[in-house]
């Protein structure tokens, strides 16, 4: 049985993570980032999103639009859209825009339709 997630705020779409251990999180978040297919990673959010009491997983080096190589601290998480299995990623701590990345939603059959809903098929 196919389950799906829509989300009529396109091109975001709202999610819950859980930094760290999913059944004992270091913390957890609610957030509705932009889904960015040019983005190779999981998610990126503001550092302050992320309080200084939870431990990273070290830095990663990533590489912007323009070719700027930045280096930022990484965590491991669970990334749930809506009722949808979780699954694990990476989110970093980037300056700007949040964003879900394809390491997310290549899990999932992912459809923007039209530029008015994205749709999310599990």
């Given at each position: 049985?196919?389950?799906?997630?829509?989300?009529?705020?396109?091109?975001?779409?709202?999610i819950?993570?859980?930094?760290?251990?999913?059944?004992?999180?270091?913390?957890?978040?609610?957030?509705?980032?932009?889904?960015?297919?040019?983005?190779?990673?999981?998610l990126?959010?503001?550092q302050?999103?992320?309080?200084?009491?939870?431990?990273?997983v070290?830095?990663?080096?990533?590489?912007?639009?323009?070719?700027?190589?930045?280096?930022?601290r990484?965590?491991?998480?669970?990334?749930?859209i809506?009722?949808?299995?979780?699954?694990?990623?990476?989110?970093?701590a980037?300056?700007?825009?949040?964003?879900?990345?394809?390491?997310?939603?290549?899990?999932?059959?992912?459809?923007?339709?039209?530029?008015?809903?994205?749709?999310?098929?599990?």
């Amino acid at each position: 049985m196919i389950q799906a997630v829509t989300s009529a705020r396109f091109p975001y779409l709202s999610i819950h993570v859980w930094i760290g251990d999913r059944d004992h999180p270091d913390h957890e978040l609610d957030v509705e980032p932009l889904v960015d297919t040019g983005f190779d990673g999981g998610l990126a959010v503001p550092q302050a999103l992320i309080p200084s009491t939870v431990p990273s997983v070290g830095e990663s080096v990533w590489y912007l639009a323009d070719g700027t190589e930045i280096k930022t601290r990484s965590y491991f998480c669970y990334v749930s859209i809506g009722h949808l299995q979780a699954v694990p990623a990476a989110v970093i701590a980037l300056d700007g825009d949040m964003l879900l990345g394809r390491h997310v939603t290549d899990q999932f059959r992912v459809t923007f339709d039209h530029g008015q809903q994205i749709i999310v098929e599990a």
